[in-house]
């Protein structure tokens, strides 16, 4: 393949400070010329095959031209999302890229792909569409802008504690009623959560009994927030609120300088509450499936 002759291609497993920078510094570099924010979160490897490699790139001798990233937690779908530097483009090169990283996976015949685009990004978007994607939903990325005065609730219902491994079994149930994962899935998932030394992950009890969880992930000194969900019996009863306002507490103790979180614009609540706890809207992500 004459790309190949000309570019060099690689895998990753695990990401170095040497390409996080790298990384960081093409995201830069479109900021300035596209004038728009993108980011993609290199914290580590959750999949649930974590011998595959979920990180690619493309280099022209030591400058990276184009990268893409993998997010595959279940076996339903892969969740896709990267660019290519502004010079670049028009090439094939992000093309190229996917085929080779989809080719690392075909083996888990995974059924659907999950194409990320920036809102603002047009040839995202084009790109998407010529590879048979559908729009299917916006994802917003918000930021959270501390209010005056920032306090728990009083007397609250709920109890927070740290999952840990003997709660396995446990949080996979809550994965798997709240949001509806499969339970092998919900299981790989929480395992994941629970072992990761980058993420911290909690329960929240009312009288003893499990009805709710979140999660906390930290990249250098940002925070996101994650995996937030009631148990359906419970929600409804203001828990949701006050389960956010316990996870910022801690995440304010945690040494970040920015606190953040997504959440699908058709949760349409959830969008509500976070904007109630002072989170703003900063990007938006459009998805576009497409069936493999």
């Known amino acids: 393949m004459q790309l190949e002759q000309h570019y060099h291609f690689q895998s990753h497993t695990s990401i170095d400070e040497n390409l996080t920078r790298q990384i960081r510094e093409l995201e830069l570099t479109m900021l300035n010329h596209d004038q728009f924010e993108t980011e993609l979160y290199l914290a580590e490897n959750l999949n649930f095959d974590r011998l595959l490699p979920w990180v690619f790139t493309i280099h022209e001798n030591s400058r990276l031209i184009a990268v ?31 085929t080779y990283a989809l080719n690392v996976w075909k083996n888990h015949k995974i059924p659907s792909l999950l194409y990320l685009v920036n809102g603002k990004s047009r040839s ?35 109890t927070m504690r740290s999952a840990q491994g003997e709660d396995l079994d446990l949080l996979t149930d809550l994965n798997h009623e709240t949001f509806g994962l499969a339970l092998e899935d919900a299981k790989t998932f929480s395992k994941a ?100």
């Open 68 to 98: 893409l990233q993998l997010f595959i937690p279940t076996r339903t779908e892969i969740e896709l999302m990267g660019f290519t530097h502004p010079d670049y483009r028009s090439r094939g090169l992000f093309r190229s890229l996917q």
């Open 124 to 158: 995202g978007e084009d790109f998407a569409v010529r590879q048979n994607g559908y729009y299917e939903f916006t994802e917003y990325f918000m930021k959270w802008v501390q209010p005056e005065p920032f306090s728990i609730p009083v007397n609250g219902r709920l």
């Open 193 to 292: 959560s629970i072992e990761s030394e980058q993420r911290y992950t909690f329960l929240f009890d009312v009288n003893k009994e499990a009805v709710g969880m979140g999660s906390i992930a930290i990249e250098n000194e940002l925070i996101s927030i994650y995996g937030v969900g009631i148990l359906p019996a419970h929600q409804g009863k203001g828990l949701g609120k006050e389960l956010m306002y316990l996870l910022l507490e801690k995440a304010q103790t945690l040494p970040a300088k920015q606190i953040s979180l997504e959440v699908n614009s058709e949760n349409f609540r959830a969008f509500q509450l976070y904007k109630q706890l002072g989170f703003e809207v900063t990007y938006s992500t459009d998805y576009f499936r497409k069936t493999l």
